[in-house]
Structure formats: C-alpha cells, structure tokens
C-alpha cells in the first residue's frame, strides 16, 4: 500500500520560514518525481514544486521561485520543501504526491501526480 504523509507546517509570521516533509512507503521511491502542491477553500489545488527521481530538476511555480526549495533524499524515501520569505498568500493546505509515470520528468500539473498526502496546514498571519 502506497501511502504518502506530509509534516512540517504551522503557523509562522510574514517572513519567516519553514521546512515541509513528505515521507512516503509502498513504492520504489527513487525512482518517481514528487511534487508539491498547494490549496485553500477559495482556490484550486496548484502547482508549488516538482523534483525529478535523480534530484538533479527542479521546477517551481513563479510565485515562490527564489523563495521555496525542493529536494529529496532517496535514501529516507523523503522529500523536503523548504519555505522562506514567507507571505501571508502562502497560506494554504500543502499536498506532495507521486508522479504516476515511473522515472518520468518533472511536471507542474495535477493530473500528473497521484496517491496524494492528507497535506499539512501553513498559515502565515501578517
């Protein structure tokens, strides 16, 4: 059974930091692209981060490109987004999943990714 848990979020004020987990069981981890998404009950799920099986791509949406970043560490079937700068507009429920392609690239869109995380709350006051 594929299973993916996320951990790491809170509530933090304008500027600050965190780091989100995503640990995941049931499949050769090492080997898929994981993303990060993010949603609020105002707005769709979207695009946050994506990190290639290697490690070596990464993709990120415009709005937190300088300010978040991916990685991965296969050996502890963990992938990580790190937040800084953080904007109360990053408030939100932060999801990370598997790409459904073995070995494919990254990629920012939903219908790409699959066995979704219960996600962890970020709230960010002003």
């Known amino acids: 059974q594929v299973q993916v848990v996320e951990s790491g979020g809170g509530l933090v004020q304008t500027g600050g930091s965190l780091r989100l987990s995503c640990v995941a069981s049931g499949r050769l981890f090492s080997h898929y692209p994981m993303g990060w998404f993010r949603q609020t009950t105002e707005k769709e799920r979207e695009f946050v981060a994506a990190i290639s099986w290697t490690g070596g791509s990464t993709l990120y949406a415009d709005s937190v490109k300088g300010r978040f970043t991916i990685s991965r560490e296969n050996a502890k079937n963990t992938v990580y987004l790190q937040m800084h700068s953080l904007k109360p507009g990053d408030t939100a429920i932060y999801y990370c999943?598997?790409?459904?392609?073995?070995?494919?690239?990254?990629?920012?869109?939903?219908?790409?990714?699959?066995?979704w995380g219960q996600g962890t709350q970020v709230t960010v006051s002003s």
């Open positions: 999943a598997f790409a459904r392609r073995f070995g494919s690239t990254t990629s920012p869109l939903s219908s790409e990714y699959e066995y």
